[in-house]
């Protein structure tokens, strides 16, 4: 298996994929692992995959848990109660520090990674896909996953359309240190969000503050910006640079939106930014990114194996676009709210109060948070198709028994059986776990396959998921 792209998508995939003993290359443009000091929030659910691969601890030392607050729109308001999450927090976390974590994951599994390797070019027949490379190498293998960001080579070459906005507007975003007292900082803030709301300085301690700066035209560059441009923007906006100097890292990015239109055609797939793009409000491109390889991992281990039943990747795409599609969505709405415009101003306006009902806070949080999820798997209680939070068994947590990537019944009931699945679908028999049904499917990527209490039932749904049975 060939991913191009070691980013958090692609070590993420290599990861899930090595669970399943899949031997994967991870070819990695850049020579060196890119500093990015950009701090990014993880939500819930992408710290509960973390905590259900075991590696939720390395996360919690480097990250600073935050409440799940200001996440739509930056509207300002507390976190609903009771959140429906073992994991109800935002890590906010070193980008370079998220990308580390993940990528010694995929190799302590025996990912291998080869850095300074470019994609340029792919063909697939019958058997496998050659990809091959700026250096004139050829590399063979079964399938090929684009984890290869925003501007996906791979996306490009199988000619995938990638419709939707470009960008209408462009911002500039870094941490860098002010010269000016947090007094005047407020005044002159306040000044600037009257005249555009997407003006922002946040403190981070230590004198340094993410500073975000709209522009008035969309330039489209790649390059970074120079503290001249940011104090150049600043003046204009705010009437002051605030004094910015001693900058940690610079960056720029618009608001195109976009959704490939399909992600997968024979043996190439795609995931993550490779697949989707949109402006970063609320914080989800990486959290998106993670889950889109967390649901294809053992998908294509399965059907790598030989194992999998003849749908099971297909359902990659089937589950994940509408969800991409749903974060595109969330995004828009954000973008509008931000605009300085009376009409989105008055939008705004009527949201932040209506957030003061609970429910409406809980709809917009959960989904940024993307514990809201429902993959559409047929008929069935509410209760499948969606993920199962973290719950104390009997002897631990149920996050603890999933580190190797296994599909989990989960039976209070003691009658139901795994055989002919065991090496795939572990069996937990606890008759206090805390679920009100009698027993429950869990797939590897934590959701909810099947309930009930009938043999033969709960069989056909481990076919559908797990593929047929042997004799162990
Ligand atoms: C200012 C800003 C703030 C953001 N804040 C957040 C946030 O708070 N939370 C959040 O979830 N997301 C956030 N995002 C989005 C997030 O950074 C991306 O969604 C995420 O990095 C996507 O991960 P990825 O692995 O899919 O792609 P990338 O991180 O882009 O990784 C792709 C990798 O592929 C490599 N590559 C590219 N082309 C090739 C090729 N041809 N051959 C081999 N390798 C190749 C690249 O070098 C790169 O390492 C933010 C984005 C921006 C711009």
Redesign the pocket.
């Known amino acids: 298996m060939i991913i191009?792209?070691?980013?958090?998508?692609?070590a993420m995939l290599a990861a899930e994929l090595r669970l399943h003993g899949v031997r994967v290359l991870v070819?990695?443009?850049?020579p060196e692992p890119t500093p990015h000091f950009?701090i990014?929030?993880l939500h819930i659910r992408s710290i509960e995959l973390m905590a259900m691969r075991g590696l939720l601890d390395r996360f919690l030392e480097r990250g600073r848990k935050r409440p799940v607050t200001g996440v739509f729109a930056g509207i300002p308001k507390p976190a609903p109660a009771e959140l429906d999450s073992a994991h109800a927090y935002m890590l906010g976390m070193r980008?370079r520090d998220i990308d580390s974590l993940l990528e010694e994951h995929a190799i302590a599994l025996g990912a291998q990674v080869r850095r300074g390797?470019?994609?340029?070019a792919l063909e697939q027949d019958d058997d496998g896909v050659t990809v091959g490379l700026a250096d004139g190498e050829q590399l063979r293998a079964r399938y090929l996953v684009g984890?290869?960001?925003?501007r996906s080579?791979v996306r490009k070459l199988l000619g995938v359309a990638f419709p939707g906005e470009p960008a209408r507007t462009e911002t500039l975003?870094g941490e860098m240190e002010v010269g000016i007292p947090a007094e005047e900082i407020a005044v002159h803030l306040a000044e600037g969000r009257k005249r555009n709301k997407r003006l922002s300085l946040r403190p981070f301690g230590d004198g340094v503050y993410s500073v975000v700066v709209p522009l008035p035209d969309v330039t489209d560059r790649a390059e970074p910006p120079t503290l001249e441009d940011f104090r150049e923007h600043l003046r204009i906006v705010a009437g002051t640079d605030f004094g910015v100097h001693s900058p940690r890292w610079m960056?720029r990015?618009g608001d195109a939106t976009r959704l490939a239109e399909r992600y997968r055609v024979g043996r190439v797939l795609l995931a993550?930014?490779?697949a989707h793009i949109h402006p970063?409000a609320g914080?989800?491109?990486?959290?998106l990114?993670v889950q889109d390889a967390f649901n294809l991992g053992w998908k294509l281990a399965a059907q790598v194996s030989g194992r999998a039943p003849a749908t099971l990747l297909d359902t990659y795409q089937a589950e994940r676009h509408p969800v991409a599609e749903d974060v595109l969505e969330n995004t828009r709405v954000q973008m509008e709210l931000l605009s300085p415009e009376p009409g989105p101003q008055a939008v705004h306006r009527l949201l932040t109060a209506l957030m003061d009902i609970d429910e409406v806070n809980r709809r917009l949080v959960e989904q940024i948070a993307a514990i809201d999820i429902r993959y559409d798997f047929g008929e069935g209680p509410d209760l499948v198709g969606r993920r199962l939070r973290d719950i104390e068994l009997k002897d631990g947590p149920l996050y603890e028994h999933t580190h190797r990537g296994r599909g989990l019944l989960l039976d209070r009931t003691g009658r139901l059986r795994n055989d002919g699945w065991s090496d795939r679908v572990d069996l937990i028999t606890d008759s206090t776990a805390a679920i009100d049904v009698p027993a429950l499917l869990l797939r590897p990527d934590g959701h909810i396959a099947w309930i009930g209490e009938d043999q033969q039932d709960l069989e056909t749904r481990l076919a559908r998921w797990f593929g047929e049975p042997v004799a162990l």
Request: with cysteine; proline share 5%; net charge negative.
């Open positions: 191009a792209g070691g980013g958090p998508t692609g070819l990695e443009k850049e950009r990014l929030s980008r390797c470019e994609v340029i984890c290869d960001g925003a080579t975003m960056s990015f993550g930014d490779a970063p914080g989800q491109g990486l959290n990114g």
